[in-house]
């Protein structure tokens, strides 16, 4: 939702001093944040970072080793799950707190697990806060990048078309997406993964399937399909497929 909409005003007359850096912190592991988001972030005084409603900050975790003790920290604690993404109020009022820091000549760093703009929430700061601050956006390693490299499975090659699959999207919508390419990333497995295997087994595709969860952290977890408890499934997990079973087949 662009600046201006019902939910967040934006006073024109405010002079654009700070800057804001979305930078995105990578899958898990400190030490694949891009040399340039940790100069960034090493250098900004104010630090935001998405949280849930209880409990700690996975991108605060990532990127701890590289953050200053002096930041001041903008925690942005996001029900999860919601019935409409983002939880509007909840951007709203991070971006009037951000705005805040930025008009007293203060730069700002948001924390963004995986890339800021690859269903990255830092999207939603990004359309309240680009038309009347400066922004920039630092890349930062996927979660496709980081599982593929786990897994030891390249995601595509030479014509292969890619697609990236929401595991939420409905079964037809998944059946006729893994039909019509040659790899797939299906990511935001968690409670879905049941109906994913299902799918997969029905497709003759299981076989040429792997899964992963939390990629690149201590915690991280390779199992096959057929032994995955689909009850313990986290939000961070993917599977990939590739209908020749690898990328250089």
């Not at 730069?107 to 269903?119: I, K, Q, R, S």
């Not at 399937?209 to 199992?223: G, P």
């Amino acid at each position: 939702m662009a600046p201006g909409h019902a939910g967040y005003s934006v006073e024109r007359d405010k002079i654009m001093s700070g800057t804001v850096y979305g930078i995105g912190v990578g899958p898990g592991d400190p030490e694949l944040m891009t040399l340039k988001g940790a100069r960034l972030l090493n250098a900004c005084p104010v630090i935001a970072y998405p949280a849930p409603e209880t409990g700690d900050s996975l991108a605060r975790r990532i990127a701890a080793p590289h953050m200053p003790d002096t930041a001041t920290e903008i925690i942005i604690r996001t029900p999860m799950p919601t019935d409409r993404f983002p939880a509007e109020e909840v951007y709203d009022r991070a971006a009037r707190e951000i705005g805040e820091h930025l008009a007293a000549d203060r730069d700002v760093a948001v924390l963004c697990e995986g890339d800021p703009f690859f269903y990255g929430s830092f999207m939603y700061l990004f359309a309240r806060l680009a038309e009347q601050w400066p922004v920039e956006v630092v890349p930062g390693v996927s979660s496709l990048m980081a599982c593929a490299a786990t897994l030891g499975a390249p995601l595509a090659a030479r014509n292969d078309v890619l697609s990236v699959l929401p595991a939420p999207l409905d079964d037809a919508t998944l059946a006729a997406r893994l039909t019509d390419c040659d790899a797939a990333a299906i990511i935001k497995v968690g409670r879905h993964f049941g109906r994913v295997r299902a799918l997969l087994n029905e497709l003759g595709l299981a076989e040429r399937a792997r899964y992963i969860e939390r990629a690149t952290l201590e915690e991280q977890r390779v199992i096959a399909l057929d032994q995955v408890d689909a009850d313990s499934v986290p939000y961070f997990s993917m599977v990939l497929v590739h209908a020749r079973g690898a990328a250089w087949a």
